[in-house]
T-cell receptor
Framework: NAGVTQTPKFRVLKTGQSMTLLCAQD?????MYWYRQDPGMGLRLIHY???????AKGEVPDGYNVSRLKKQNFLLGLESAAPSQTSVYFC?????????????FGPGTRLLVL | GEDVEQSLFLSVREGDSSVINCTYT??????LYWYKQEPGAGLQLLTY?????DMKQDQRLTVLLNKKDKHLSLRIADTQTGDSAIYFC??????????FGKGTMLLVSP
């Protein structure tokens, strides 16, 4: 199993450009999550999904959109990138979610918006 | 509201014990977690404790939970240089999401 993979690993954007971050998991997990990690801020949840075709907002959803068309993939879109979106983005997945379920993390995507 | 607080930095010598502390606010959290992040990598679950437990031991790791004070600690015995990383405390109030602290950077010197 590859676990949770993220594409790309690193990207530089100009302000106003758009891009999509791809997360894929091969563990047949129902729940998937997108976080951003900023210095001194820890991890903050952007959006999450509790199953194919469903999405929900997290703590910091503004400026991002997501889609879960296939169970194994969770896409994070930035329609018009801003410098404030410079961050490290982590995807995670878990089997059914809830208090006792471990979240498995991808290696991260480092995004720089100029 | 949910909030998880941790000290930002801890420095120890190799062979010493490390204790990382965390306080949380949501008393309905049924599980509390410790995740480890090595440089350039994602988070990896280290251990977790159920809220009706006071202590959990797993090899070199000991988790202590004081539910009355909403205080969680992670003790690493015989700390090694390979333990240098950022450690995140997280709570789960029973929904499908986790709330993470800002992380404690542990630096182990030889």
């Amino acid at each position: 199993n590859a676990g949770v993979t993220q594409t790309p690993k690193f990207r530089v954007l100009k302000t106003g450009q758009s891009m999509t971050l791809l997360c894929a998991q091969d563990m047949n997990h129902e729940y998937m999550y997108w976080y951003r990690q900023d210095p001194g801020m820890g991890l903050r949840l952007i959006h999450y999904s509790v199953g194919e075709g469903t999405t929900a907002k997290g703590e910091v959803p503004d400026g991002y959109n997501v889609s879960r068309l296939k169970k194994q993939n969770f896409l994070l879109g930035l329609e018009s990138a801003a410098p404030s979106q410079t961050s490290v983005y982590f995807c995670a997945s878990s089997y059914v979610g809830g208090a006792q379920e471990t979240q498995y993390f991808g290696p991260g995507t480092r995004l720089l918006v100029l | 509201g949910e909030d998880v607080e941790q000290s930002l930095f801890l420095s120890v010598r190799e062979g010493d014990s490390s204790v990382i502390n965390c306080t949380y606010t949501d008393s309905s959290s049924t599980y509390l977690y410790w995740y480890k992040q090595e440089p350039g990598a994602g988070l990896q679950l280290l251990t977790y404790i159920f809220s009706n437990m006071d202590m959990k031991q797993d090899q070199r790791l000991t988790v202590l939970l004081n539910k009355k004070d909403k205080h969680l600690s992670l003790r690493i015995a015989d700390t090694q240089t390979g333990d240098s990383a950022i450690y995140f405390c997280a709570e789960s109030p029973g929904y499908s999401t986790l709330t993470f602290g800002k992380g404690t950077m542990l630096l182990v010197s030889p």
